[in-house]
């Protein structure tokens, strides 16, 4: 008879400054998995993590041993597949462009999404906003879906990963979300399920991302392309501002609506501009294109050609929604009530806090505080001025939109303490700020 596993134990050996091997995390994400790990136990356990760390062996130990708990994707052989995951921002509709772009340009993407939580917005939420879409997809769906159309984007099953489900609660309560080897994990383990061969991580920095500082994020990159190329994926990090919002709306619908115009050539600057870059890395990544640079002209002739939103077309069709909106985006949800919020000053403007938008986005309803709130498809923010762009006093700077009255008046005052006017002409911030590891050659 097998004894039992000593949960005490292990974690003592972790707070006394021991390493774990292999069998032990894979011994421990089980306990935590099952339940067999009270959570008094798991939080003692990340505790440990927190203050002792954990080294590149042991986190790819973790890691493999946190996918192990449930089912992984065995997707079919198709050439170009590359996945992507961002760190989360304000206004990031990045995936909502770049899948069918990519997918146009010769690439094949099969990615799993999640939901909003606090001022950063979620890719199923926005998705979910275009009537019909569905993201709850089986396995065999899925798969079929990647084969037809190249292009496939839905919701973890609950039977993946589930340690990183039962762990993220409870870091979430033990204030140790924010430990970089701990973030790495819970990031790649849902990657490395989800089966693609290589990977592009979108590390946004700034204050409208969970990391503030190029330190951290650069931190936070290395680990997770260590682990996703220890496990045999071709990983590598892009680091992008979140400084201000990305792009002109913050919001699901409206990100939507704004993402087709960008497959149309007509989307904000900042927000094609960076899913050019994302895109051209994917591609080289998938072995579509030799290195990035022709990934982005593939992109480019992808778009001229009206092949990128044909695909976009393609895409809602297939997961059940109204491609109809393509072309009559007034099909999607628009909001009861709309509010301007003027300037207080005549200048230019010198900052946009993207969190502080994101945090009024989110009292308008376009987002949640807690995992269970809903979300208003309609409501959200457009920026009628970003940084560098001139505005006159009584001029608007933003636009609010949701439903009620409660509230815009709440929304209104953090947009107004979001945004900073000057006097002197002043540059956004570069919108790439680093990648890792760069690619040879």
């Known amino acids: 008879?097998?004894?039992?596993?000593?949960?005490?134990?292990?974690?003592?050996?972790?707070?006394?400054?021991?390493?774990?091997?292999?069998?032990?995390?894979?011994?421990?994400?089980?306990?935590?998995?099952?339940?067999?790990?009270?959570?008094?136990?798991?939080?003692?356990?990340?505790?440990?993590?927190?203050?002792?760390?954990?080294?590149?062996?042991?986190?790819?130990?973790?890691?493999?041993?946190?996918?192990?708990?449930?089912?992984?994707l065995e997707l079919p052989d198709v050439t170009g597949l590359v996945d992507k995951h961002s760190t989360g921002g304000v206004g990031d509709a990045t995936t909502?462009?770049?899948?069918?772009?990519?997918?146009?340009?010769?690439?094949?993407?099969a990615k799993l999404s999640g939901r909003g939580l606090g001022h950063t917005g979620g890719t199923l939420d926005k998705l979910e906003s275009i009537p019909g879409f569905r993201v709850d997809l089986s396995p065999e769906e899925f798969s079929r879906q990647l084969e037809t159309l190249g292009l496939v984007v839905a919701g973890q099953t609950p039977r993946m990963v589930p340690a990183d489900r039962r762990l993220y609660a409870i870091r979430d309560v033990t204030a140790t979300v924010d430990h970089p080897g701990l973030i790495a994990a819970s990031v790649m383990s849902k990657k490395i399920a989800g089966g693609a061969p290589a990977i592009l991580l979108d590390v946004k920095v700034g204050t409208g991302a969970f990391v503030k500082t190029m330190e951290?994020?650069?931190?936070?990159?290395?680990?997770?392309?260590?682990?996703?190329?220890?496990?045999?994926?071709?990983?590598?990090?892009?680091?992008?501002?979140?400084?201000?919002?990305?792009?002109?709306?913050?919001?699901?619908?409206?990100?939507?609506?704004?993402?087709?115009?960008?497959?149309?050539?007509?989307?904000?600057?900042?927000?094609?501009?960076?899913?050019?870059?994302?895109?051209?890395?994917?591609?080289?990544?998938?072995?579509?294109?030799?290195?990035?640079?022709?990934?982005?002209?593939?992109?480019?002739?992808?778009?001229?050609?009206?092949?990128?939103?044909?695909?976009?077309?393609?895409w809602i069709e297939a997961q059940g929604g109204d491609a109809r909106v393509v072309d009559e985006p007034e099909r999607l949800a628009r909001a009861e009530r709309t509010v301007a919020v003027p300037s207080p000053a005549t200048g230019i403007v010198a900052a946009v806090d993207a969190e502080l938008v994101g945090r009024a986005a989110m009292l308008l309803g376009a987002g949640r505080a807690r995992k269970e709130d809903p979300v208003d498809p309609a409501a959200g923010i457009r920026l009628h001025r970003k940084v560098g762009e001139a505005v006159r006093s009584g001029e608007p700077l933003m636009e609010l939109m949701g439903r009620g009255d409660a509230a815009f008046g709440a929304a209104g005052e953090l947009c107004l303490e979001a945004v900073r006017i000057g006097r002197s002409a002043v540059m956004p911030a570069p919108l790439i700020l680093g990648v890792v590891p760069a690619p040879a050659g």
């Open 96 to 109: 909502l462009v770049l899948a069918p772009w990519v997918v146009a340009a010769g690439g094949r993407i």
């Open 216 to 314: 951290a994020a650069e931190e936070l990159a290395r680990l997770m392309t260590g682990i996703g190329q220890r496990l045999g994926r071709r990983t590598r990090a892009m680091l992008t501002s979140m400084e201000e919002p990305l792009g002109r709306v913050v919001g699901n619908a409206l990100e939507v609506a704004q993402a087709i115009r960008c497959l149309r050539g007509q989307g904000p600057e900042d927000l094609t501009a960076l899913c050019r870059a994302l895109g051209g890395q994917m591609l080289a990544l998938a072995g579509v294109v030799p290195e990035p640079e022709a990934g982005g002209r593939r992109l480019d002739e992808a778009m001229a050609s009206g092949a990128a939103l044909a695909t976009m077309r393609r």
């Open 1 to 72: 008879m097998t004894a039992p596993l000593d949960v005490v134990a292990l974690i003592r050996r972790k707070r006394d400054g021991e390493r774990l091997g292999a069998g032990d995390w894979a011994a421990l994400m089980n306990a935590v998995a099952s339940g067999d790990a009270a959570d008094e136990q798991v939080g003692a356990l990340l505790m440990a993590v927190f203050w002792r760390g954990l080294d590149d062996e042991e986190l790819v130990d973790l890691v493999r041993a946190m996918v192990a708990t449930g089912e992984t």
